[in-house]
């Protein structure tokens, strides 16, 4: 009796198991994917240092602002940055062509709080009066006019590589302390779909920043 309770029960053991979910198996997939992602996030954040143009003159140095980010296709990106009076500065972008596309759209922008002054329309109430002059103790509301200054942000675009030959590097001396955003665009790949069929629209940027102190040139008064 006892053999044939187990050979009876044995088949519904095996199909409650078959039915049983897998979640070990489903917990490893997750865990590789997300390994995986991580992965590809933490050599995006040195793609500037391992696949950047540095520059052959040494005087220049690494700046501290330099970055790397997972940029999507069609999608303005920025980075804010803060250039310095008396420094040279040469901003260099690097970027994984076989997504972004062969060449990056790029734009230095200041980017400028400018003041105007608006006629704000709004109401008060004012007693009335009687024809003594004498207040009778009812109000009426009455239209009134304030200017009012605010403040607009614009753009001022100190450059823009689609005028010069798309190039992905610029060196230049700072006159003034400012705020600046570094502004890139990808236009894509060729090739819309990875071999796996997914979209393949998002891939590494880096952004090197390197500095010096602007030299003196020319003949100084004595």
């Not at 409650?16 to 390994?35: C, H, L, S």
């Not at 220049?60 to 303005?76: L, P, R």
């Not at 990106?77 to 260099?92: A, F, K, P, W």
Request: charged share 30%; aromatic share 6%; net charge neutral.
């Amino acid at each position: 009796m006892r053999v044939w309770l187990l050979r009876r029960i044995s088949p519904t053991i095996e199909r409650k198991q078959e039915m049983k979910p897998n979640f070990r198996n489903a917990f490893a997939v997750v865990t590789v994917f997300g390994a995986m992602a991580v992965s590809a996030q933490y050599k995006c954040a040195d793609y500037h240092r391992l696949n950047g143009n540095l520059s052959t003159d040494k005087r220049f140095s690494i700046n501290g602002q330099s970055k790397s980010a997972m940029v999507q296709v069609g999608k303005e990106t920025e980075l804010n940055i803060v250039v310095y009076r008396g420094q040279d500065y040469r901003i260099s972008v690097s970027h994984d062509e076989k997504v972004l596309g062969e060449q990056l759209a790029v734009r230095l922008v200041e980017k400028v709080r400018v003041p105007t002054d608006e006629v704000v329309e709004g109401t008060t109430k004012e007693a009335i009066m009687d024809e003594d002059g004498k207040a009778t103790g009812t109000s009426q509301e009455v239209k009134t006019l304030e200017k009012k200054r605010t403040y607009k942000e614009e753009e001022k675009v100190l450059w823009d590589n689609t005028e010069h030959d798309m190039v992905n590097e610029i060196e230049f001396s700072c006159a003034a302390t400012k705020r600046i955003a570094i502004e890139v665009m990808a236009p894509g790949s060729n090739e819309e779909k990875s071999k796996k069929g997914a979209p393949n629209d998002i891939g590494c940027v880096g952004i090197l920043i390197e500095h010096m102190p602007t030299p003196s040139v020319g003949f100084e008064a004595r």
